[in-house]
């Protein structure tokens, strides 16, 4: 079992910054692709970003390239996402989620983080 337990959202204006932070817990952490994925209301659940186990390959959902950046500290067991520019549209429940290497599907979720930009 993976842990997942993220931190860091809230209100802020357009434009505006937010760090999010997901703290892991249980098996090794460094085994485990990373993902950010987010939710608003009455949509479905969408990828943002995903960062390797090794830290040196990410991939981002288009809308938020150039203004999101995901990273991770393996010494921590640390996952984070910047969050810059962020608009409206970005407002939605945040959830970290571990996939194993070996694997395709995402295994493991956090309870998620509310993140509300106002215009």
């Known amino acids: 079992q993976v842990q997942l337990v993220e931190s860091g959202g809230g209100l802020v204006q357009a434009g505006g910054s937010l760090r999010l932070s997901c703290a892991a817990s249980?098996?090794?952490?460094?085994?485990?692709?990373m993902g950010w994925f987010r939710q608003a209301p009455g949509k479905e659940r969408e990828f943002v970003a995903v960062i390797r186990r090794s830290g040196s390959t990410t991939y981002y959902r288009e809308s938020v390239k150039g203004r999101f950046t995901i990273s991770r500290d393996n010494a921590k067991n640390t996952v984070s996402l910047q969050m810059n520019s962020l608009k409206p549209e970005d407002t939605a429940v945040y959830y970290c989620?571990?996939?194993?290497?070996?694997?395709?599907?995402?295994?493991?979720w956090g309870q998620g983080t509310q993140v509300t930009v106002s215009s």
């Open positions: 249980g098996r090794t952490f460094s085994n485990y692709d």
């Open positions: 989620a571990a996939r194993h290497f070996s694997r395709t599907d995402y295994d493991y």
